[in-house]
Structures are given as structure tokens and as C-alpha cells.
């Protein structure tokens, strides 16, 4: 494979993870059956595996194995897969559709969508637990993710934006809600794919990773933000300007479309400034950014 085949890559990671996660999800006729379907519905066939696109490019600075690249990939995507089963409930933002299908709780039940979100997110730790690699790297993955999904994290942002609805909210305190809800997850993916390598990064190589991922992380919440005032739902694979019909704040109602859009092209620069440090060794980095601000849903 050529190294700027960006397209063969993408396709080549995304093969290798539904496999993985076929392989690490629990059978489909395993007891309890109808959740483990339901899980399965809710990981496989679906979405672009943004998370674990990052854990891959990390890991090629590091010359990381793909096994387990491939390990970390699946334990965020299934923390990713469980905070969109819980994000679609009634109790939450009540939506009907996810990638393109009937979201868990309309093809299953709300009852049986908890679960699988449960399910989900200790099958997650589960399989970074036993994961080949020292226990000291082990430990370092496992506090990454738990903090990355915590209430300093993934769920203080879902909490944040749920307390938010209907209120005004300064650029700033959209910018923190966004850091913790999308941004921290995404960060945890860059640096787990790090973690995977044997020696540890030196300060300025963690520092550039941290510049990278909060630049990314932005990045990735604003193109939502601009995507759900102007694609149609078939296109999203979710309901299209739901945001504006629940009264959210967003960076498109605080700064205006253009604004917003400038502003993302802006955050891809800085994500490409702060991987400098690697020169072509971070290409894939530099795409994945392109691919989080030029994508169409």
C-alpha cells in the first residue's frame, strides 16, 4: 500500500475492526440472547470509526502492534457505541435514528438499551484488562478511557449539554461542554494508540498529542454542529436540525454558519501545526484531521 493511499488505509482499518469487534462482542445466541443481539446491533455495520482511525495513526509514530491497536480501537468504540445507545433514549436527546437505522430503544425496547450501554461499557474495560501488553501500559490505558468517559469527561459533557437546553451559553462555556462530550473520547483514541507502543512518549511528544487531539476534538463537535443546520437526515444517518428543534446551543447559533465553518478550517491548521515535531511519520494524522473537517455526515 502506498503510504498517502489515505482511502486504502481507512478501508483497511475499518475492515479489521468489524472484525475485531465481531470477534469480541458476545455471540449472537449466547445467553442472555436478545442482549447480546441487541449490543451487536448497536457496534457493527456502522459508522465511520473515526476513534479507532486515531488509535491506528497514534500508533504508527509508536510502531505499535496491530493486535493491539486493534484491542484499543475496539474498547473505545464500544465506549463511543454505549454513549450514542444512551444519547438516543427518551430520557436523553430521544432520537429514532442512528446510522442510518432505528436507534436501540426503537428496535429493542428503552429497558434492554440501558443494558446494552452497561454492557457495553464494561466489556470496554474487559478488554484493555486483558490486553497483550506490561501492566504498567495496561493501567495507563484503563485510567485514560475511565477518565475519558467519566464525569471529567464524556458524561460531564452529556451532562452539561443536557442542563443546557433552552439556555444562553458564552462561546467559552460551549467550547468546555464540547471538550468533555466529544473531545475527551477523542483524545483518549490518539493517546491510546500511543500507549500501544513500547517505549512511553517523551513530554514534547505527549504535548504535541494533546495540541493535536484538543485541536481535533473541536474540530470534529463544530462540522457536527454545521452538519446538523445543513444536510438532510438521510445523508447524517441521524435526524437532521434536531439541534435547533430541542433549542440547543451550538457553534452555529452563537457564531452563524460561515463563522463556524471558519472556524473548523481553522482548528485542522492547528492540528496540523502541532504534529511538526514528526514530519511524514504523522501523515495519517494530518488526513484524519482533513477527513474530521471536510467530511459530509
Not at 14 to 23: F, G, H, K
Not at 156 to 163: F, S
Not at 243 to 257: C, E, H, M, R
Not at 278 to 283: E, Q, T
Request: aromatic share 4%; hydrophobic share 45%.
Amino acid at each position: 500500500m502506498r503510504p498517502d493511499d489515505f482511502a486504502a488505509w481507512s478501508r483497511q482499518v475499518q475492515v479489521q475492526m468489524e472484525d475485531t469487534l465481531d470477534a469480541l462482542l458476545p455471540a449472537p445466541e449466547a445467553v442472555p440472547a436478545r442482549l447480546h443481539q441487541a449490543m451487536r446491533y448497536a457496534v457493527l455495520d456502522g459508522g465511520k470509526r473515526v476513534r479507532p482511525l486515531l488509535v491506528f495513526a497514534a500508533g504508527e509514530l509508536v510502531r505499535a502492534p496491530v493486535a493491539l491497536l486493534a484491542r484499543a480501537a475496539a474498547a473505545v468504540e464500544m465506549i463511543h457505541a454505549y454513549s450514542l445507545v444512551h444519547d438516543d433514549m427518551p430520557c436523553m436527546d430521544d432520537d429514532a435514528l442512528r446510522r442510518g437505522k432505528p436507534t436501540v430503544h426503537v428496535k429493542y425496547d428503552e429497558a434492554t438499551a440501558l443494558l446494552v450501554g452497561d454492557a457495553l461499557q464494561a466489556q470496554a474495560f474487559g478488554i484493555l484488562a486483558d490486553s497483550n501488553c506490561s501492566p504498567s501500559s495496561r493501567v495507563a490505558m484503563l485510567s485514560l478511557l475511565a477518565s475519558a468517559s467519566g464525569s471529567g469527561g464524556m458524561c460531564g459533557g452529556q451532562a452539561i449539554d443536557l442542563e443546557s437546553v433552552g439556555m444562553p451559553l458564552t462561546l467559552q462555556e460551549l467550547e468546555q461542554m464540547h471538550r468533555l462530550k466529544t473531545g475527551a473520547l477523542l483524545r483518549a483514541s490518539v493517546l491510546l494508540g500511543a500507549l500501544c507502543g513500547d517505549e512511553p512518549l517523551n513530554s514534547a511528544g505527549r504535548a504535541a498529542l494533546e495540541a493535536y487531539s484538543q485541536a481535533v476534538g473541536l474540530a470534529f463537535q463544530v462540522v457536527d454542529d454545521v452538519l446538523d443546520a445543513t444536510a438532510d437526515s438521510q445523508t447524517l444517518g441521524k435526524t437532521a436540525g434536531k439541534d435547533a428543534q430541542d433549542n440547543k446551543p451550538t457553534y452555529v447559533s452563537i457564531l452563524g454558519l460561515d463563522a463556524s465553518q471558519a472556524l473548523a478550517k481553522k482548528l485542522s491548521n492547528e492540528a496540523h501545526q502541532a504534529l511538526g515535531l514528526w514530519g511524514d511519520d504523522a501523515m495519517r494524522l494530518r488526513q484524519l484531521a482533513d477527513l474530521i473537517v471536510q467530511r459530509k455526515a
